[in-house]
């Protein structure tokens, strides 16, 4: 049931009537919405004030005149219309006990599919593997794993890609590690690890000489944004008049020094350091042209170099094994992982196709093959001087490929807000190659932040593991989950086997659920302390809720089977069982919500709201000592209702429910 899609394609033959546009009717079916206060009804509509300049009405003429011709019945009680113009409507009981019986006898709890499927590819995840994966991939991975979900739970064909890097520079490093610094033991005895030093070895070296061909540069920017501030500030003493605005300029150009001069001293530093580490520094000797035999290697790798292309096919498994394993701890999975090698074939014959589609367009320049996009001050780059592809140039091939493999309605790449750029790009090609009736998005997202503000960094600096993240989420859920037990009034009712799989189940969803509980497009501070709480909007709440509710049901002694198809009827009667009915109903319009714009939040928010009501319920209105059997039964059935939305809905997020906790 969409008890909004009902109440909107009710009001819709009435506002298309009132002669406004096809798109002011569409606006104002969108100003249809839940109602703050039960008072004023389940839901309302505010388009009347909107509507009164178009129309040179009145509002509250227009919202009288929609509220008397509005057909509800069946539906809701005839509408009614409040201050200037606001259209309230209350659901009846009759309706909503109805719609609830049909949830409680289906498997789908009364959401139908949608009528019209569409095909969806979404990309998601995609790691650069060869290193390890860190808390930067938690936001895809569960972003995107949650619209999968919930797209498919929709009706649609939803095809999931991983679109792993599998091709880059970093296969570089670890070939040029391995062949220099390779450590035999240990790559016998643990060969991921053994890479992943190799990488960060690598890594290490490179950064240094990029570190230090950046110095002058940021000398250079020091010495100017100092030259700016000492100006500014010796006009300023020049001009007593404009003092108070002078001294708000010479703040901010005083933080511009302070800030350059803190990045050249962080890079002097960073050089400092590894001069002062005698093996550090030894192969900085001794690898001077390191970051140009590192594309090298690369390149060769590209060009179909034998020993590089079997070092590849020897790391590749090793790499895959690596990441899957973290994937089965999240309980992720794909329907294709097709990563850029995939691809590499078909790079070449595609440049010289867009260059003589699109002479235009994709040109040389510099040497280079570059995409000049109407409108854009930087070309898009598919080709360099070396002959070498791009990132760019794969995520060409990566569409044409998937519309010829799957002809998708759209192409969603859930992937962080840096690359709002390239992705511009990349769909204003594809448009102008031909691909228009695809829906090209991407689905961005912010930062995961420390309590600093910064992004979130171990205390030596480096990225945090995404491995580490989910062992200290699962040993913080474990002390929980084994204090909670432990305090039971019966004493502890837990195994040490149920201990642990509990613990992981909620070390897992504290950090899923933290993650997409926030707006997707805003930076979020990462706290344990906060995603494992027990109260507030938390997966650890949630998964408490669903326990407590599983409970009743279950110490009532319930044949949950033999409940829900008896056929018996829900009550509305208190406040509270109503508010909680109308909630469970609100399942359908939270899904439509979540993707709409593909926010995960909405989804969250939705639970939360419907587990605050089940409590509210829980507190006023006895189910196991109900006055009357039939009162007893009615309220079972919304607990088992709540239960199985509770479920449903965090398993679309991904989220495992446990019974007990
Ligand atoms: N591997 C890329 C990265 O880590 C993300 C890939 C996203 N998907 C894509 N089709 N470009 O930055």
């Known amino acids: 049931m969409n008890l909004l899609a009902e109440l909107r394609r009710r009001f819709e033959p009435v506002l298309a009537g009132l002669g406004i546009s096809p798109d002011d009717v569409q606006k104002s079916l969108e100003m249809i919405r839940p109602a703050q206060d039960a008072r004023f009804g389940n839901y309302q509509a505010n388009f009347a004030m909107p509507l009164a ?30 201050g200037p113009g606001f259209i309230n409507v209350r659901l009846d009981n009759n309706f909503l006990t109805e719609r609830l019986a049909v949830a409680v006898s289906d498997d789908r709890l009364g959401i139908a599919p949608v009528a019209q499927p569409k095909t969806y590819i979404v990309d998601f995840s995609a790691p650069n593997v060869a290193k390890s994966m860190h808390v930067g991939h938690i936001r895809s991975t569960v972003i995107g794993q949650a619209i999968v979900e919930t797209l498919r739970f929709l009706g649609h064909r939803v095809i999931g890609d991983n679109h792993i890097g599998d091709w880059g520079t970093q296969f570089g490093m670890i070939l040029y590690g391995y062949k220099h610094f390779r450590d035999d033991a240990a790559y016998q005895a643990n060969p991921v690890v053994e890479l992943s030093r190799l990488y960060r070895l690598v890594a290490t070296l490179v950064g240094y000489f990029e570190t230090k061909a950046e110095l002058p540069e940021l000398q250079k920017r020091l010495q100017e944004a100092d030259a700016v501030a000492t100006a500014h500030k010796q006009a300023a003493a020049a001009d007593p008049q404009a003092q108070k605005k002078a001294a708000k300029e ?45 594309l090298t290697e690369t390149a060769k790798l590209h060009a179909g170099d034998a020993e590089n292309r079997r070092l590849w096919q020897e790391f590749m498994p090793l790499c895959l094994a690596e990441v899957d394993r973290i994937y089965r701890r999240l309980g992720v999975t794909f329907d294709e992982t097709l990563g850029e090698s995939f691809y590499h074939e078909q790079l070449g014959p595609l440049v010289a196709e867009l260059r003589s589609q699109l002479p235009e367009v994709v040109r040389e320049s510099g040497g280079a093959v570059c995409v000049f996009l109407p409108g854009q001050a930087t070309p898009m780059i598919v080709q360099k001087k070396d002959g070498a592809y791009l990132y760019a140039t794969t995520d060409l091939a990566t569409i044409r490929y998937r519309m010829e493999r799957w002809r998708p309605d759209a192409m969603l790449y859930v992937v962080d807000h840096r690359q709002s750029l390239h992705f511009e790009q990349l769909f204003a090609m594809a448009r102008l190659w031909g691909y228009r009736d695809v829906d090209l998005r991407h689905i961005s997202f912010g930062t995961v932040l420390g309590d600093d503000g910064r992004p979130f960094k171990t205390r030596s600096g480096d990225t945090v593991g995404l491995e580490g993240l989910l062992d200290e989420a699962v040993s913080r859920a474990a002390a929980i989950v084994s204090e909670n037990d432990d305090k039971k009034p019966a004493g502890p009712e837990l195994s040490a086997d ?28 990462f706290s344990y302390d906060k995603m494992l709480a027990m109260t507030g909007n938390t997966g650890t709440y949630l998964q408490y809720a669903y326990a407590r509710v599983h409970g009743v049901v279950a110490k009532g002694r319930v044949d949950v089977a033999a409940l829900r198809a008896s056929g018996a009827a829900i009550r509305l009667d208190a406040d509270a069982e109503r508010a909680l009915g109308l909630e469970l109903l609100r399942f359908g319009d939270a899904l439509d919500d979540t993707v709409a714009d593909f926010r995960p939040n909405q989804l969250t928010s939705y639970l939360f709201e419907l587990a605050n009501r089940y409590s509210t319920f829980y507190e006023q209105c006895p189910v196991l000592k109900a006055e009357t059997e039939a009162l007893r039964t009615s309220r079972l059935l919304l607990c088992d209702l709540t239960a199985r939305t509770l479920e449903r809905g965090l398993s679309l997020l991904g989220i495992e429910v446990v019974e007990k906790m």
């Open 53 to 82: 300049k178009a129309l040179g009405k009145p509002s509250r003429e227009i919202a009288a005149e929609v509220a008397a011709k509005v057909d509800l019945r069946g539906l809701a009680a005839p509408a009614d219309v409040a």
């Open 250 to 294: 010479q703040r901010r150009l005083d933080g511009r020094v302070a800030d350059a001069r803190a990045e050249l001293s962080a890079a002097q530093t960073k050089l400092a350091a590894a001069d002062a580490d005698p093996e550090l520094s030894k192969l900085v000797r001794e690898h001077a042209t390191i970051a140009d035999d590192v």
């Open 498 to 525: 149920e201990r642990a799989r509990i613990a992981d189940a909620v070390g897992i969803a504290s950090l899923k659920y933290a993650d997409l509980s926030q707006n997707r497009t805003s930076d979020y501070v």
